[in-house]
């Protein structure tokens, strides 16, 4: 029953910065943790950050200092801040929420971030 929605990706240029939205519909009151993954071609889709409903975050080491996840649940919104983009980072980033009941699990559409050098 939940939905996610995710955008703000594009194309920038190497240091510069993006922001994502994921935008959470449905049965709001199932979700627990969210997190930011993201997949670049021929690799395998890792973690990029968490946050937990009450606001604690953790960060894949490749991105510490440079990405800041956050939500606002009020706007059922989890964000994802992205500063001194590299062209490492391109990749199709997808928004995750961990959910009380079945499926447990769900995931956004993707949006993809390309970053330019």
């Known amino acids: 029953q939940v939905q996610l929605v995710e955008s703000g990706g594009g194309l920038v240029q190497a240091g510069e910065s993006l922001s994502l939205s994921c935008a959470a519909s449905?049965?709001?009151?199932?979700?627990?943790?969210m997190s930011w993954f993201r997949q670049a071609p021929g690799k395998q889709r890792e973690l990029v950050a968490v946050?937990?409903?009450?606001?604690?975050?953790n960060y894949a080491d490749s991105v510490k200092g440079r990405f800041t996840i956050s939500r606002d649940n009020a706007k059922n919104t989890v964000y994802l801040e992205m500063n001194s983009l590299k062209p490492e980072d391109t990749a199709v980033y997808y928004c995750?929420?961990?959910?009380?009941?079945?499926?447990?699990?769900?995931w956004g559409q993707g949006t993809q971030v390309t970053v330019s050098s």
């Open positions: 449905g049965s709001i009151s199932s979700i627990n943790n």
């Open positions: 995750k929420a961990q959910l009380r009941i079945f499926p447990y699990t769900k």
């Open positions: 946050i937990t409903s009450g606001g604690s975050t």
